[in-house]
């Protein structure tokens, strides 16, 4: 392998999802979420922590390991890693953001934000946040805040004219606590299943 694969590789590796500038510029000031401390995507409480898009090195980070804290993931190879970034990244609209623990390269938190196109209300856009999950032992120190507030004021700050989850109950509180509300009558999930997923 020549010195110019290694160089592309090393790129590649650290290639972000989506422009990782956003983040910082984010304004944490206009979330209800109380923070105490104070912190934000840009300072989020600890030299050693980062709020950043995902990158293709986050294979090797526990990423999906920490996936499979919220739900099956599969056994994903690397291969099938790469290719479904790439099409993220083609497509756009997917901002897959994680919380990394510098010290030991582990991804500890992470949130998806979907952006959907629509026709309606002028050609609008409208925010999803998916696949909420914070690393059991970093649970309860305001992580799962930091991570859906970031994607949440993304949302704003693309221009989505609302943001959407679905949820256990359990979670209803922890959400609203962020800003998000049941709508009396709008707020039934329902799924029609073709398969189990694996
Ligand atoms: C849209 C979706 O993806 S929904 C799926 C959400 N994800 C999961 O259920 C996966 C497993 N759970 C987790 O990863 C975590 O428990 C999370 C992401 C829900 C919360 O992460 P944490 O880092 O613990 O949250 P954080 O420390 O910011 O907690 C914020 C507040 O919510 C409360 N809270 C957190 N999790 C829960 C819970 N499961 N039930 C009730 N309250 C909760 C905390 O007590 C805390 O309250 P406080 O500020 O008054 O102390």
């Not at 392998?1 to 500038?21: A, F, K």
């Not at 600890?46 to 995902?54: G, I, Q, S």
């Not at 990158?55 to 090797?60: L, M």
């Not at 409208?126 to 993304?154: A, P, W």
Request: hydrophobic share 35%; aromatic share 8%.
């Amino acid at each position: 392998m020549g010195m110019q694969t290694h160089i592309n590789e090393d790129r590649n590796m650290s290639e972000h999802l989506y422009n990782p500038d956003i983040l910082q510029k984010l304004d944490f000031s206009k979330s209800p979420a109380v923070f105490k401390p104070k912190i934000s995507a840009a300072n989020p409480g600890a030299e050693w922590m980062v709020v950043r898009p995902l990158q293709r090195a986050d294979f090797d980070k526990g990423f999906l390991q920490l996936l499979s804290q919220l739900t099956s993931t599969g056994n994903i190879t690397r291969k099938q890693f790469d290719e479904r970034f790439t099409q993220m990244k083609m497509s756009g609209g997917h901002y897959v953001t994680v919380i990394e623990d510098t010290r030991s390269s582990k991804i500890i938190g992470a949130a998806t934000l979907t952006v959907e196109q629509k026709f309606i209300h002028n050609c609008s856009l409208r925010g999803r946040l998916e696949d909420v999950v914070v690393n059991d032992t970093y649970r309860g120190q305001q992580l799962g805040k930091l991570i859906v507030v970031t994607v949440s004021l993304l949302a704003q700050q693309l221009g989505c004219y609302k943001m959407s989850l679905d949820c256990k109950d359990k979670l209803i509180k922890f959400y609203e606590t962020l800003g998000y509300k049941l709508e009396p009558g709008n707020s039934n999930a329902m799924n029609m299943r073709f398969e189990d997923p694996s």
